[in-house]
Each structure stands twice: as structure tokens, then as C-alpha cells.
């Protein structure tokens, strides 16, 4: 089993950047896929970025959001934020799963078993 400890949330105006930091205890991310989430209140918790062997990104995030992995030791997976629009504002979360593919990179949020606690990005205009 994989702890979650997200970091790296904050406030920055529009156009500025932010990289979040998801690090893992207990053990490294060999084998799992690790994706961020992100949710605003009264909304549903929606997709943001996964990788595993490879990446997936929501539309309105490409070309600014990228999301990569420690390969030193793997325990640290990153979303690094450019180009932040207030839109972008929410608590970003961490999540991990051992259930994906090759082929298939889980996208959805109950396909991810581990989470973590969740940090707030507010970009303001």
C-alpha cells in the first residue's frame, strides 16, 4: 500500500506557474499509475493528468500542464502548471492504482485506490 502527500498548491496570478509534487511513502511508484484529479465545490471531481508508461491529459490542459515522474527514485511524481487561467482553480489531487495496462490508462476516478489529502491552487485574475 502507497501513502499520498500532495504539496506545492498556493495562490498565483493569471499566466504564472505552480508545480505540484506528489510523493510517495510506504513505498515507490514501480507499477502503479498515478494521475492528478482536480475539484471545485458542487462540481464532480474531474481528470486532470495520468502517467504511467506513458501520459494522458484533459483537453483544456495540453500544451500547458506537464506531467512528470521522478525516475531517480521514483517516489515523486510532478504536475508542473503553466500558463495558469482562474479556471484552473481547485484542490488538486493525488491518486495512484495498480490497476491499468500497457494499452489503458485509467482516466476515471474509481479505477484509483490510493489518494492523497489534496491541495489548493487558486489563480486569480
Known amino acids: 500500500q502507497v501513502q499520498l502527500v500532495e504539496s506545492g498548491g498556493g495562490l498565483v496570478q493569471a499566466g504564472g506557474s505552480l508545480r505540484l509534487s506528489c510523493a510517495a511513502s510506504?513505498?515507490?511508484?514501480?507499477?502503479?499509475?498515478v494521475a492528478w484529479f482536480r475539484q471545485v465545490p458542487g462540481k464532480e471531481r474531474e481528470f486532470v493528468a495520468a502517467i504511467s508508461w506513458t501520459t494522458s491529459y484533459i483537453d483544456s490542459v495540453k500544451g500547458r500542464f506537464t506531467i512528470s515522474r521522478d525516475n531517480t527514485k521514483n517516489t515523486v511524481v510532478y504536475l508542473q502548471m503553466n500558463s495558469l487561467k482562474p479556471e484552473d482553480t481547485a484542490v488538486y489531487y493525488c491518486?495512484?492504482?495498480?490497476?491499468?495496462?500497457?494499452?489503458?490508462?485509467?482516466?476515471?476516478?474509481?479505477?484509483?485506490?490510493?489518494w492523497g489529502q489534496g491541495t489548493q491552487v487558486t489563480v486569480s485574475s
Open positions: 510506504g513505498r515507490t511508484f514501480s507499477g502503479y499509475a
Open positions: 491518486a495512484a492504482t495498480t490497476r491499468h495496462t500497457i494499452a489503458r490508462l485509467p482516466t476515471t476516478q474509481d479505477k484509483y485506490d490510493y
